[in-house]
């Protein structure tokens, strides 16, 4: 099947500082991720759609600014949390669509962030 | 009215129960339906997709009722192992594309 990496599955960081999240599709092409956020005991809330070689879609309420999305390749995008804040801990999981779109997707491993 | 509405629960159940959640979505455009599982503190993984004909997978059936715009999933003879969140995934049109729209989770636990 197919196989999405993220990485890092952990991390803790000190408030003010940024963090960058990769996700990365392994065995096939992805011209969508998404990314989305989970705090605990909610939903996954979609962040941005992010398109191989295009700017990031954000939906309302997510600061572009703060969370920077770069879809470089057709099998890496990253999200960087830029002056993380304590409110910005929680679990962020990408997603991946293949090129060939069957309509489904395939789940990185997510990464929890804690910011002190 | 949220696009994609689940009963969050929780629901709980004795081992060997069947056990049925469904799932309406907003728009009637949607493409492409799917029930995934979401462990505690994990990714979520994919279940099964669903279709209109329905579609069984062990003791698991989804189902899809477009004219009513709902998902069904039915659990049989339920496991311990069964126990986590289930959430249905609705592709959505949005911009001229389709944007996956999750649900909240159902919760289901099963006890011996």
């Known amino acids: 099947g197919a196989v999405v990496s993220q990485h890092p599955s952990w991390v803790i960081c000190k408030s003010g500082t940024s963090v960058k999240i990769e996700c990365r599709s392994l065995?096939?092409?992805?011209?969508?991720m998404f990314w989305y956020r989970q705090f605990p005991k909610q939903s996954l809330m979609l962040m941005a759609t992010s398109n191989e070689g295009s700017k990031a879609t954000y939906e309302q309420g997510v600061e572009k600014d703060k969370f920077l999305i770069n879809h470089a390749s057709l099998t890496l995008s990253t999200l960087t949390v830029t002056s993380a804040h304590p409110e910005d801990s929680s679990f962020y999981i990408c997603?991946?669509?293949?090129?060939?779109?069957?309509?489904?997707?395939?789940f990185g491993e997510g990464s929890r962030l804690t910011v002190l | 009215r949220k696009e994609v509405e689940q009963d969050p629960g929780p629901f709980n159940v004795p081992e060997g129960a069947t056990v049925a959640f469904n799932c309406t979505y907003s728009?009637?455009?949607?493409?492409?339906f799917f029930w995934y599982r979401q462990d505690c503190r994990k990714e979520p993984k994919l279940l099964m997709s669903?279709?209109?004909s329905g579609n069984e997978d062990g003791r698991f059936t989804a189902q899809l009722n477009r004219a009513s715009q709902y998902i069904s999933l039915l659990i049989r003879d339920s496991k311990l192992s069964d126990s986590a969140t289930y959430l249905c995934v609705v592709n959505m049109p949005s911009g001229g594309s389709y944007i996956p729209t999750f649900g909240r989770g159902t919760s289901l636990i099963v006890h011996p």
């Open positions: 728009n009637s455009a949607s493409q492409s």
């Open positions: 065995d096939f092409q992805a011209t969508t």
């Open positions: 669903v279709y209109s």
């Open positions: 997603s991946a669509r293949p090129t060939r779109n069957t309509g489904e997707l395939f």
